[in-house]
C-alpha cells in the first residue's frame, strides 16, 4: 500500500494496486500521454462488491463520465468519484479488459502481457485475489460510438501530464494496468505502451 504523498509508478505493461480509505483521493498521471490505464475498484471489507461499468452506465446514462460524477459498484452503491480531470475526458466504459484470448484473436503467438493478468497480479501484491475480472474503467481509451453503432478504436487524445483526480466514497481498493495493447492504436499509433504513476492524496 502506498502512503500518502507518494508517487508511485504503474510500469509499462503491468498493473499496480493501493488501498483507499473512504474519502481519500487518488491522482492517476499520464506521464507521456496517449496511455491508456485500465482502472478498477473493489470493496475493500467485501471484493465481490466491485465498480460496474453495466451499472454505472446505467446510472448515469451516459457512456463516458464526467467530472462529479459517481462510479457505481455492482450492488448500486458508489465506489469512486471523478474529482478532476485535465485531459479532454475521454474515457471508456464499454471495451473489456484485454487478456490472452483477445491476443490470440488478434494474431499473437504466445504470451502476452494483459490487463487481465496485471490485475490479478497487482491484487495479488496485496494478498488478494479478484473474483472475477470486471469490466475496468479505461482512462483516456478514445473508443467513437458511431452514428449506427458501430465502435472504432482511435488513438487517446491525451496529452503528457494530464491527469485524473479519483475520490473513495467507501473504503477500496483500487488497481491500475498500464495497457499493454500494441496490435490496435488504442495507445496510438505505432507507440509502445509507456508508464504511468499515481499519487494517493491526503
Request: aromatic letters at 6%; proline letters at 8%.
Amino acid at each position: 500500500m502506498s502512503r500518502v504523498g507518494n508517487v508511485v509508478t504503474i510500469p509499462a505493461r503491468k498493473g499496480k494496486a493501493v488501498a483507499l480509505a473512504k474519502g481519500q483521493r487518488i491522482k492517476v498521471i499520464n506521464t507521456h500521454g496517449e496511455q491508456v490505464v485500465d482502472t478498477w475498484a473493489f470493496n475493500r471489507h467485501d471484493p465481490s462488491e466491485f465498480m460496474s461499468m453495466e451499472h454505472t452506465r446505467a446510472s448515469l446514462l451516459r457512456v463516458i463520465p464526467r467530472v462529479g460524477d459517481r462510479l457505481y459498484t455492482n450492488k448500486r452503491r458508489p465506489i469512486l468519484t471523478l474529482v478532476e480531470d485535465t485531459s479532454p475526458g475521454i474515457h471508456d466504459t464499454v471495451i473489456a479488459a484485454c487478456d490472452r484470448y483477445r491476443y490470440e484473436e488478434l494474431g499473437c503467438k504466445g504470451h502476452h502481457d494483459s490487463c487481465t493478468d496485471n490485475l490479478a497480479a497487482a491484487l495479488g501484491e496485496l494478498g488478494l485475489k479478484p473474483p472475477e475480472t470486471p469490466s475496468p474503467l479505461n482512462l483516456w481509451m478514445n473508443i467513437p460510438i458511431k452514428p449506427d453503432g458501430s465502435l472504432s478504436f482511435d488513438p487517446p487524445v491525451s496529452r503528457r501530464g494530464d491527469y485524473v483526480v479519483l475520490q473513495a466514497e467507501m473504503d477500496a481498493v483500487v488497481a491500475f494496468s498500464a495497457c499493454p495493447q500494441d496490435v490496435l492504436p488504442i495507445n496510438g499509433v505505432g507507440r509502445a505502451p509507456t508508464e504511468a504513476h499515481f499519487q494517493v492524496m491526503a
